[in-house]
């Protein structure tokens, strides 16, 4: 599985607030919203993370995010489309969520067909595309599941300040945990467009992410590797091993929270297991397969990491 740094937090924030991310994407919906089951890898394929509207007429929302560019992209696309279209029987749009401009290609134009050399149609494929850098930020500012993509729009470098303060005024007034892990998400995708120096210096003194111990964890591997190398190449490394390291934390932080809720606490052997899991894909295809309605108990979820390990 194709595993970023920012990818655990970014999908979390999407199950938070799916409504939120339906409507910013422009996606109309009249029935109630819930985030399901997205693994296809029986046909080796996964989605980042699916909605599915429910009324009379329900559909799939598949929400690619993607900050790289890939060469095949759209027949990735394609082929996860017709995969979750089989496995829930129901019509699926995919919107491609662009993070910053090196993943954009002239390629990604929403529409994707192939035809035979004498002009036949065989395959004909809709998608919508969203370029971060091109949206402009005060829609992102309207739910805490998007705020951390502020960032990441047409703001510019001068403007950053003023945009972190507004975000302040919205994250700070949630709880604690909260906040921090909406901070840290904000801090993992700032990386994807800023330098770490910025980033780091204009989220000091946000309040409560002084208090997340993740990005704590970020910084002081970054800082440790910085020393102990004594170079700027040193320092940069040791950051971008931090970020990793800030991602695997994260990533079983989600786990254990999000799969509690599902399957009840789990026992002291499996929350060792997850805190020993170094591999960030495995914990990522877990936070994924949490929402299966088919898996009952936390023995079931780890089973597969554990047949690997």
């Known amino acids: 599985m194709d595993y970023q740094p920012f990818d655990a937090a970014t999908k979390e924030l999407v199950w938070e607030d799916p409504a939120a991310w339906l409507d910013r994407l422009g996606v109309v919906h009249q029935g109630p919203v819930e985030v399901v089951d997205s693994d296809v890898t029986t046909m080796t394929a996964s989605a980042d ?11 799939l929302v598949n929400i690619e995010l993607q900050s790289s560019h890939k060469t095949r992209l759209v027949e990735t696309l394609c082929f996860r ?3 979750l279209d089989y496995r829930h029987g129901l019509p699926v749009l995919t919107v491609l969520v ?3 401009k090196q993943s954009n290609s002239p390629r990604l134009t929403g529409r994707f067909t192939r035809t035979l050399p004498d002009g036949t149609t065989t395959n004909r494929y809709y998608y919508r595309v969203l370029r971060l850098w091109t949206e402009s ?5 309207k739910s805490v599941a998007l705020i951390p993509l502020a960032p990441l729009t047409s703001v510019r470098e001068d403007e950053l300040g003023a945009l972190i303060g507004q ?5 700070n007034r949630e709880a604690p945990d ?3 892990k909406l901070w840290t998400a ?5 990386g994807l467009k800023y330098s770490d120096e910025l980033t780091s210096r204009l989220l000091e003194g946000v309040g409560t992410m002084q208090e997340s111990t993740t990005y704590q964890r970020i910084l002081r591997e970054g800082r440790q590797e910085g020393r102990q190398e004594g170079r700027q190449e040193g320092r940069q490394e040791g950051r971008q091993e931090g970020r990793q390291e800030g991602s695997l934390l994260e990533a079983r932080r989600i786990l254990l929270r999000q799969a509690s809720r599902r399957l009840g606490a789990p026992a002291p052997e499996q929350v060792r297991f997850i805190e020993e899991t170094a591999n960030l894909a495995a914990l990522e295809d877990m936070i994924d397969r949490v929402v299966d309605s088919e898996i009952s108990s936390w023995a079931e979820l780890l089973a597969p990491v554990r047949k690997d390990s």
């Open 81 to 83: 489309q017709a995969a």
């Open 167 to 171: 975000m302040a005024e919205r994250i």
């Open 98 to 100: 662009l993070l910053r």
């Open 178 to 180: 909260h906040a921090s």
């Open 186 to 190: 904000t801090y993992l995708l700032m």
């Open 49 to 59: 993370k699916v909605i599915r509207v429910g009324g009379e007429s329900p559909f």
């Open 137 to 141: 930020p005060e829609p992102f500012l």
